[in-house]
C-alpha cells in the first residue's frame, strides 16, 4: 500500500511562515502529479498549489507569490513553503499524488490524512 504523510503544518502568526512536507512510501513505479489542497471551516476543498513531473507548476490566485512548491524525486516529497501568511490561509492542507505503483497499472490519486496550519495573533 502507499501512504502519505504530511508534516510542518502548526500555529503561526500573520506575516509569518511554514513549510509543510509530504513523502509518499510504498511501492512507488512513477509519480506524475504532486500538490496540496486545502479546506478551511464551512468552505470547499480547494487546490493551492501542483507540480508535474517536468517541474512546472501551478498555484491558485490568492498564494500566487507567497507560496512555492517544489519536489524532490529521490524522497517522492512534496514540499510547499508558506510565506507572509494570512489568518484566510488557516486551513487543513492536504497532500495528493497521482502516481504509478506498477508499470503494469494504471495510475491514480492517493491522499495524506492532512495537517493544520492555523495562522492568528
Known amino acids: 500500500q502507499v501512504h502519505l504523510v504530511e508534516s510542518g503544518g502548526g500555529l503561526v502568526q500573520p506575516g509569518g511562515s511554514l513549510r509543510l512536507s509530504c513523502a509518499a512510501s510504498?511501492?512507488?513505479?512513477?509519480?506524475?502529479?504532486m500538490a496540496w489542497y486545502r479546506q478551511a471551516p464551512g468552505k470547499q476543498r480547494e487546490l493551492v498549489a501542483s507540480v508535474i513531473s517536468d517541474g512546472g507548476t501551478n498555484y491558485t490566485e490568492p498564494v500566487k507569490g507567497r507560496f512555492a512548491i517544489s519536489r524532490d524525486n529521490a524522497k517522492n516529497t512534496v514540499h510547499l513553503q508558506m510565506n507572509s501568511l494570512k489568518p484566510e490561509d488557516t486551513a487543513i492542507y492536504y497532500c495528493?499524488?497521482?502516481?504509478?505503483?506498477?508499470?503494469?497499472?494504471?495510475?491514480?490519486?492517493?491522499w495524506g490524512p492532512g495537517t493544520q496550519v492555523t495562522v492568528s495573533s
Open positions: 495528493n499524488q497521482y502516481l504509478q505503483i506498477s508499470a503494469h497499472m494504471p495510475p491514480s490519486d492517493y
Open positions: 510504498g511501492n512507488i513505479f512513477s509519480i506524475y502529479f
